[in-house]
């Protein structure tokens, strides 16, 4: 009889959690959570473990935490990685310096067999069983057998591509459109506003993208158009929700609302924004949305600026 296979799941948020919950119809799921309040924990199927180390027999990685604590976390499992295959599902950019999920990780640990799991999806449906769409990117797909017989996310729908940045990306930059949608409703803008934003947003992913090496067509696919109509149109969004808040915030406290809860699109919009003067890119809403929350520019004159900007 054959072991059972061991996944590792580093971060035991929402989203650690909803998928550890699918895998674990077929596997051990072992989680790492930091905020553990004890040393180890069961839920169900799922162990919840506060020592980074007890993952390190894992035959296949996860890392579910907020792109902003890629870097960390992969520093802190360094001693223990032993070359296993390892799937990312963060949606963000590195602040300072723009960099993907997999680049920090190759950067830190150096060659790894990586794939990125994106789409639209919010982790409660997927953990109530509602069925969803992913893009699982491998930079190479010969690399697929490393993955096949492990994951496995019964309900959910998986299409393979070999774009890893396009699929990371649109991930990444949807989160900052989701934000200016927020905006735009806060201020009453209205739905055909919102639809404008959506397809200029859609072009300056496409525009970033091409400067990165991803293939257009991935931005038209689950983890580009899809998460990007579902997070910039539902208030189950937190970075539609964030952009709500930014507008109601008469006080200019944008840090406190930050520091409430996790936005991925604030490290994001600084990330893309950097690789918008990095590469000469005039993109409307990459650039609004950062000065909104970094330079505390007024929403309204940040969405009067979209109004008279020509769509890239």
């Not at 309900?155 to 991930?171: A, R």
């Not at 930059?173 to 947003?201: D, H, P, V």
């Not at 936005?263 to 000469?280: I, P």
Request: glycine share 12%.
């Amino acid at each position: 009889m054959s072991r059972q296979k061991i996944v590792g799941i580093l971060g035991g948020g929402k989203w650690g959690s909803s998928l550890g919950g699918k895998l674990s119809q077929s596997c051990r799921v072992k989680l790492y959570c930091r905020d553990l309040n004890a040393d180890y924990q069961k839920q169900g199927e799922l162990e919840y473990f506060s020592n980074i180390e007890e993952l390190k027999g894992s035959d296949l990685l996860m890392m579910a935490v907020p792109s902003f604590a890629v870097k960390e976390v992969a520093q802190r499992f360094q001693p223990f990685y032993s070359g296993q295959p390892i799937v990312g599902i963060s949606k963000g950019l590195e602040q300072g310096t723009g960099l993907l999920s997999s680049q920090i990780i190759q950067e830190v640990w150096g060659e790894t067999k990586y794939a990125h799991l994106s789409g639209p999806s919010f982790a409660e449906e997927v953990s109530r069983g509602f069925p969803a769409i992913f893009s699982l990117a491998l930079a190479d797909l010969n690399l697929q057998r490393y993955f096949q017989n492990i994951i496995d996310l019964e309900g959910l729908k998986i299409q393979l591509t070999e774009d890893l940045v396009g699929v990371q990306l649109g991930g990444a930059l949807k989160n900052i459109i989701a934000i200016a949608a927020g905006i735009s409703e806060a201020l009453g803008y209205g739905e055909n506003f919102r639809a404008m934003l959506i397809l200029q947003g859609l072009q300056e992913m496409v525009s970033l993208g091409k400067k990165l090496g991803a293939q257009e067509k991935t931005f038209f696919g689950p983890s580009g158009l899809g998460d990007l109509i579902l997070t910039a149109t539902s208030r189950q969004s937190r970075n539609y929700r964030l952009g709500i808040q930014l507008v109601e915030n008469s006080q200019n406290k944008t840090g406190a609302i930050i520091e409430k809860d996790t936005f991925e699109g604030v490290s994001t919009a600084a990330g893309a924004y950097f690789l918008t003067r990095k590469f000469n890119l005039r993109l409307p809403i990459i650039e609004g949305v950062y000065r909104v929350i970094y330079e505390n520019k007024n929403p309204k004159e940040f969405l009067k600026e979209i109004q008279e900007s020509d769509i890239c």
